[in-house]
């Protein structure tokens, strides 16, 4: 069975005063019954790896380098990321597609360093606005799995986040029947090339997540979880979204 995760991606959002925030959701969910993971900005990962050591959550980066080290300046290795603390890295979310013109050869190879380094790897796919008018949904995220996922990848070392760019920080969320159609087909596509391993990785969903909403979206089948946005800054709201994915 994939294992449920709640994975929030800070963007490039907090400082020192926000780990408070890890504080209070430790708090809340002492002894949580899913996967718990807060992705900040490389800054805080250090701080945050320290604070939470031992427990129940696991910090990770927002992207990583394809190589070990070099002249990339600016850029940061997922050996600098696990040494910082980091368990997992996010990589190929719409942003970097969009703001660094990550193409999905990059981020395969950026897959294949963080494994290389023992990180896991959370690959984001989703289409932007006019390809789901289009009606290239399932081309396009297809493609991108297709294309940025590497060789060999288990349900311990890949998770699979689909997030609709249109979706994202919008407010918008898709409909039940659209989620649970992109889901089945991420989770046959991984079945179809990795066999029972693909069946086991978590396929997370991301896009406007918020608790009014999470109890229903984690009843579709295929959703193990959610990668949330600005619902994870707050202990408030994660929290809520977390003890729906409890209660799912
Ligand atoms: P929001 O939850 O803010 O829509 O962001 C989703 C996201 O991009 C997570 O990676």
Redesign the pocket.
Known sequence: MPRKLAAG?WKMNGDGASLAEIDALLAAHPAPGVDILICPPATLIERMARRIAGGPVAVGGQTCHTAASGAHTGDISAAMLAEAGASHVILG?SERRADHGESNETIRAQAEAAMAAGLHVILCVGETEAERDADVTLEVVGGQLAGSIPDGVTGATLTVAY?PVW???TGRVPEIAQIAQVHDAIRAALVDRFGPEGGAMSILY????KPGNAAEIFAIANVDGA?????SLKAADFSGIIAALEAA
């Open positions: 991606n979310h997030e979706a994202i920080g991301g896009g406007s997540v990668l949330v946005g600005g619902a």
